[in-house]
């Protein structure tokens, strides 16, 4: 069966320092990866991607991840934290076609 | 970038009506769109998968029935609550995916609530 895991319901970071959001998959195949991020009563907005080539991808808003084939994970990584990054968090991958499984979710605060 | 919308993006019905949730594509033409369910502080639940002018592909647990998809142009699709209840209340997020691109473009969500 497909998942993906979030492990950690909440992190929370002061601002300024590095932050990780931590995703694990196991999924058939050679999936495509994905970070969405979503605000309160807000639908998802797309970060970055991973499909292939170099495995750490860069996205917006200074978010990056990097992916890791032997531990299947892809974390989100970002090297100073913002209070506006405060937000909602959804790892997801898409084995084929296009059906989309989702994380459930990491809630991330950066603390002014 | 592709734009998706919806419509209404929060309405409040009574026990026993049905409402409709309208998700458009609003410049590029979805052939395919994805009907989520989310549950506060959970993940997405896909409901359905509608191909535009064929009937909706619905997951296992989701009652067709319930949850009436309609797909009938390129640009949009609309989900129907029927016969709501206050179960039924949550945030209903669409997504579109085009010809050109595999990629899904999300609209920005519903808030049901039912009373």
């Known amino acids: 069966a497909q998942s993906v895991a979030q492990p950690e319901d909440q992190v929370n970071v002061a601002e300024g320092n590095p932050l990780t959001v931590k995703c694990t998959y196991s999924?058939?195949?050679?999936?495509?990866l994905f970070w969405y991020v979503q605000y309160p009563n807000r639908g998802l907005q797309f970060l970055l991607k991973?499909?292939?080539?170099?495995?750490l991808v860069k996205g917006s808003y200074g978010f990056e991840a990097e992916f890791n084939k032997s531990q299947t994970s892809f974390h989100l990584k970002k090297p100073s934290a913002l209070v506006s990054d405060s937000a909602l968090y959804f790892c997801?991958?898409?084995?084929?076609?296009?059906?989309?499984?989702f994380g459930t979710g990491t809630s991330l605060t950066v603390i002014p | 970038g592709a734009v998706v919308s919806q419509h209404p993006s929060r309405v409040i019905c009574k026990s026993g009506t049905s409402v409709k949730i309208e998700c458009r594509s609003l410049d590029f033409q979805a052939t395919t769109m994805f009907w989520y369910r989310q549950f506060p502080k959970k993940s997405l639940m896909l409901m359905a998968t509608s191909n535009e002018g064929s009937k909706a592909t619905y997951e296992q647990g989701v009652e067709k029935d319930k949850f009436l998809i309609n797909h009938a142009s390129l640009t949009l699709s609309t989900l129907t609550v029927t016969s709501a209840h206050p179960e039924d209340s949550s945030f209903y997020i669409c997504s579109a995916s085009g010809r050109e691109s595999d990629e899904q473009y999300f609209g920005p969500g519903t808030r049901l609530t039912v009373t």
């Open positions: 991973y499909i292939t080539g170099d495995n």
């Open positions: 999924v058939s195949g050679n999936p495509y």
């Open positions: 997801a991958v898409r084995p084929f076609g296009n059906q989309f499984y």
